[in-house]
């Protein structure tokens, strides 16, 4: 494809590399909405994005955040979300890389904010094949930060992280901070005061082809930076399959072409937001009847 | 797509949808999820599950309903939505429902349409005594495929003649009559699906499947 002409989509910040992913002095070039980047590291914490192929080059603006390389083609980006737990000292603070998806961002999003397929796609990790049943959680727009969130949600767990010993009933919020980047925190085993927050920022290099970033900051004194990773991404490798194969790849916003039940009440809240901002990239136009 | 959208096609051999399994097929474009129950017919439903779009060819049999693998609804015989696990108290209503296609089997061949399937397969004789000997996958449109079927030398004594559009019958004398059905998947890839008839029938299944392997290197060189 060209690049995107949507300016809601062009508004937003998306990684485009993972940080320790270049050497200093070294280049990778890549995509975002059908442009051309090339991500160089100039130092320690500098990098440099600029555009090449098509129009002539330009630099873009960059930012280091959340282990990830965030850049954007927009002149008027709506904010990185702030996340102070990333800043809190005793916390393990990791990415796990990128994973490529071949779907659309939204698609990725929604299994994020989704409970449901625990038990099934998660079975005796996430979900128990015998304990299915969503209960029911609200969900808000935060119009002060526009994002959506999803609150009060409870799943029962037979192994909810790689710290956790049994299973327990995991209590989860979810926050949808742009239509790219989803994150949610959900409490710790062995510290009920505390939450680990979990992000996905995606890459979109083109509509139904997406790089999906997972930092984290974890509360477990214990598990390997090592074992962490692996248990993020053994989760997201299980996810993959299903994100590939949902037809179309392009998210469809008429409610009434794929039927979401209670369950999907953060699907739901997501797919009016978009809606509502008129976004056009990754998005199924309407089907004439 | 030049194959007509009502026309019934053979997509698959009966034998080889197993008993509880869902199977990807894909017809003039249109992917498919061919599934059988513990017993009972073949189905033909659209792959995608209403809900979230999952191809329901991943699903899951249990009894007679196909599960979606991604959250487990269940669908039955009738494509009629039975049970949400998320919620299970819950009567899922009659507007959550599996797109189904008119399925048939007859002469060891499931057949579909993309139309509304009034006609029927095709009458072709009795539908006793067929076996299928293979299906074939070909990196060819199903024209290509067709045109080299009807010019492939099935071997002395084997006479070859068009019964439709994408049917074609091969006859080795009194006690060996094969067919070959040919699926247009889409443009660049075709299937064909080959049924056998007579006394011979049996021990002429593996013979008959080897004459077809040389048939899709034919079919691919052309």
């Given amino acids: 494809m060209t690049v995107t002409t949507d300016p809601v989509a062009l508004n937003e910040w998306v990684p485009c590399a993972w940080h320790g992913q270049i050497a200093i002095g070294a280049a990778l070039d890549t995509m975002i909405f059908g442009q051309d980047i090339r991500v160089e590291r100039t130092g320690d914490q500098d990098y440099r994005v600029t555009t090449f192929g098509g129009d002539s080059p330009r630099e873009l603006p960059v930012q280091t955040r959340y282990t990830c390389v965030f850049t954007t083609l927009g002149d008027d ?45 998660h079975t005796d ?6 304990q299915t049943e969503v209960l029911s959680y609200r969900t808000e727009h935060r119009k002060d930060v526009d994002e959506i969130w999803a609150i009060d949600c409870t799943f029962y ?76 991404q053994s ?34 809240a997501y797919r009016r937001w978009l809606k509502a901002m008129n976004i056009r990239f990754g998005i199924l136009e309407k089907q004439a009847a | 797509m030049s194959v007509a959208q009502g026309r019934w096609t053979g997509v698959a051999l009966d034998h080889q949808i ?15 999820a061919v599934w059988r129950g513990e017993d009972g017919p073949v189905r033909v439903w659209e792959d995608r599950c209403p809900h979230r779009g999952m191809r329901l060819s991943f ?22 939505c039975a049970e949400i696990p998320a919620h299970p108290a819950l009567a899922p209503p009659k507007t959550i429902c599996a797109n189904s296609y008119p399925a048939e089997t007859r002469y060891g061949i499931v057949w579909t349409t993309l139309g509304d399937g009034a006609s029927g397969p095709p009458d072709l004789g009795p539908d006793e005594g067929w076996e299928g000997v293979r299906s074939l996958f070909v990196a060819a449109s199903a024209e ?14 084997a006479t070859t003649r068009m019964l439709a559009g994408d049917i074609v019958e091969v006859s080795f004398g009194p006690e060996l009559r094969m067919l070959v059905v040919v699926q247009a998947m889409d443009d660049e890839r075709a299937a064909l699906h080959a049924a056998a008839k007579g006394a011979r029938a049996t021990e002429e299944r593996a013979a008959l499947a080897k004459r077809l392997e040389r048939l899709r290197a034919d079919i691919e060189q052309a």
């Fill in chain 1, 157 to 232: 767990q037979p192994a909810a992280s790689k710290a956790a010993a049994g299973g327990q009933l995991t209590k989860y919020l979810y926050r949808v901070m742009s239509p790219f980047s989803v994150m949610l925190y959900k409490n710790v085993a062995t510290d009920p005061s505390r939450n680990d927050a979990i992000c996905v920022f995606i890459q979109p290099r083109r509509e139904t082809e997406c790089l999906a970033y997972m930092p984290m900051a974890i509360v477990d004194e214990q598990s390997t930076i090592a074992d962490i990773i692996d248990f993020q």
């Fill in chain 1, 125 to 130: 990790i996430l979900g128990a094949a015998d």
């Fill in chain 1, 77 to 121: 980006p709506r904010a990185l979300p702030e996340i102070p737990e990333f800043d809190e000292a005793d916390r393990r603070i990791t990415g796990c890389g990128r994973v490529g998806v071949n779907t659309s961002p939204y698609r990725i999003v929604e299994n994020f904010l989704d409970m449901a397929h625990f038990s099934f796609i």
């Fill in chain 2, 18 to 32: 197993q008993p509880a399994s869902s199977n990807p097929v894909v017809l003039n474009g249109q992917a498919l």
């Fill in chain 2, 59 to 80: 699903g899951f049999v249990r009894g007679n309903t196909l599960r979606c693998i991604y959250h487990g609804w269940a669908y039955g015989a009738d494509g009629q």
């Fill in chain 1, 235 to 268: 989760i997201f490798l299980q996810d993959r399959v299903i994100l590939e194969n949902q037809r179309p790849a392009l998210l469809p916003l008429d409610p009434t072409y794929e039927l979401p039940t209670r369950a999907d009440a953060s699907s739901i």
């Fill in chain 2, 144 to 157: 290509a495929a067709l045109t080299a079927l009807a010019r492939f030398d099935f071997g002395a004594g």
